[in-house]
C-alpha cells in the first residue's frame, strides 16, 4: 500500500478562533536534494514548504506557526476591513500546487503586513515568495521579491537588536544582496560575518567566507572596482 505524503492536521485560526483542517508532509519525505546558498531547499518528494502556511477557510486568515499566536481586536478589526471583507474563502487543506501555495504565501504576507506582525516574519514570508518563483522559472519576479525581502532583513537588524549572535541574518543579507547586484553592500555583510571576532557560528562564517571569495571572482570577471574590503585581504 503506497503512503500518502501527506497527512492532515486539525489547528485553529488565530483570527476567528474556529478550527480546520491544513496539510503536512509527513516528516519520512522530508528529503532534501540540495539547497541554495541563500537556504532555498529542494525536495525528491512533496515540498514542506508549500504547506507551511495555513488558511483558515471560515475567515479567510493566512498564518504559520511562527505568526501571532492571537490576534488583538484592533488586528481583528483591521483584517476585516482591509482583507476579509473582500477576501474570496478557499480551502487549501488538500495537495498544494506551485501556483496554491503562492497564493497561500502571499495571502500570508498581506494579513502579517495588515495586522502589523513582526518584521522577521514579513521578510520571511517576501523570502518565500521569491523561492517559489525560483521553483517556476520567473527570475524577473525572484529577483523583485530578493530585493524585497533583503530590504525587510535589514530592518530586522536595525530593529530587533539582532547583533553578532544573528550571524545567520547577517550572512543572509548579504547572500541577498549578491543575488540583486549589490556587490559591494554584500562585501559589506560578508565581513561582517568574517572579521567580528564575537562571532562564534562557525558555519556562517565558513559560508560568508566562500560566497565572499565567489563574489570577488564575479567583480574581478566583470571587471568591477573591488571594494576596499576586499584589496585589504
Not at 488538500?94 to 518584521?119: F, H, P
Not at 562564517?205 to 571594494?227: F, G, H, N, V, Y
Request: aromatic share 12%.
Amino acid at each position: 500500500m503506497e503512503i500518502d505524503p501527506l497527512f492532515q492536521i486539525t489547528t485553529s485560526c488565530v483570527c476567528c478562533e474556529l478550527t480546520f483542517q491544513t496539510s503536512r508532509v509527513r516528516p519520512s519525505f522530508k528529503q532534501t536534494i540540495r539547497r541554495d546558498a541563500d537556504f532555498c531547499a529542494y525536495y525528491k518528494n512533496e515540498n514542506p514548504d508549500f504547506y507551511v502556511v495555513r488558511v483558515c477557510p471560515h475567515c479567510g486568515f493566512a498564518f504559520t506557526e511562527n505568526s501571532a499566536s492571537k490576534l488583538s481586536a484592533d488586528q481583528r478589526k483591521s483584517f476585516e476591513e482591509k482583507v476579509g471583507a473582500t477576501a474570496k474563502k478557499k480551502d487549501y487543506a488538500g495537495k498544494r500546487s506551485l501556483e496554491a501555495a503562492l497564493e497561500t504565501y502571499k495571502l500570508a504576507l498581506i494579513c502579517a503586513q495588515v495586522i502589523g506582525d513582526k518584521e522577521r516574519i514579513i521578510a520571511s514570508f517576501l523570502h518565500h515568495i521569491a523561492w517559489l518563483y525560483r521553483y517556476a522559472g520567473n527570475e524577473e519576479q525572484e529577483r523583485r521579491f530578493i530585493g524585497f525581502s533583503r530590504d525587510s532583513y535589514v530592518k530586522v537588524y536595525e530593529t530587533e537588536a539582532a547583533g553578532p549572535n544573528d550571524a545567520r541574518l547577517m550572512y543572509l543579507i548579504g547572500e541577498l544582496c549578491r543575488r540583486v547586484g549589490d556587490f559591494n553592500e554584500a562585501v559589506r555583510w560578508f565581513s561582517r560575518v568574517i572579521h567580528d571576532q564575537r562571532i562564534m557560528d562557525a558555519g556562517m562564517i565558513r559560508a560568508s567566507r566562500e560566497q565572499w571569495a565567489t563574489l570577488r571572482e564575479d567583480m574581478l570577471a566583470r571587471k568591477m572596482e573591488l571594494p576596499t574590503e576586499m584589496l585589504e585581504s
